[in-house]
């Protein structure tokens, strides 16, 4: 029975996996940065889904987006919260957004952000939402300036990348 139940398991995170690698197939976002690129590896670290922080992984994806250029939206959406990625810093900011239309299953957190939109402001896809702020404020110039992208499908948290 033990072994039957694994096997059903097993077969349910295939699905699961197989239909995100399909939808992600059709599902695209825009670049919250016109394609600027992603911040890639510097002395702090690196910014890919994942990446080692010690003893956690990193979350989300970062995008190179020098301080004070614009940060556009990934997809339609609403926003529906204002927050801090920092408990003990609130001189930083975060958007978060929920999908409309086809994108209501998506959820994203945008963080290291000025110029914030107020809740309920809805966005069309490639619309500016906020400016980029800078990091070296916190860490030094030796950060690559970027904005953290975190997604999440139906609650779930998932790899941003294979949607850009």
């Given at each position: ?46 910014g890919e889904f994942g ?44 958007v978060e957004v929920q ?66």
């Amino acid at each position: 029975m033990a072994r039957y139940i694994g096997a059903k398991e097993s077969l349910i995170v295939s699905v699961i996996t197989l239909l995100v690698l399909l939808l992600s197939r059709f599902m695209r976002f825009s670049a919250i940065n016109y394609k600027q690129g992603l911040r890639g590896c510097d002395a702090w670290g690196c910014g890919e889904f994942g990446a080692s922080r010690g003893n956690r992984k990193h979350k989300g994806l970062d995008f190179f987006i020098p301080k004070g250029n614009p940060v556009y939206a990934p997809f339609p959406c609403e926003v529906i919260r204002l927050g801090y990625p920092y408990a003990d810093d609130l001189s930083y900011r975060l958007v978060e957004v929920q999908g409309i239309g086809g994108y209501s299953d998506y959820k994203a957190k945008i963080m290291y952000v000025t110029n914030l939109p107020a809740v309920g402001t809805v966005f069309h896809e490639k619309q500016q939402m906020c400016v980029a702020d800078d990091l070296a404020r916190k860490y030094d110039s030796r950060m690559t300036n970027h904005v953290h992208f975190e997604l999440y499908a139906n609650g779930e948290l998932v790899n941003p990348e294979i949607f850009f």
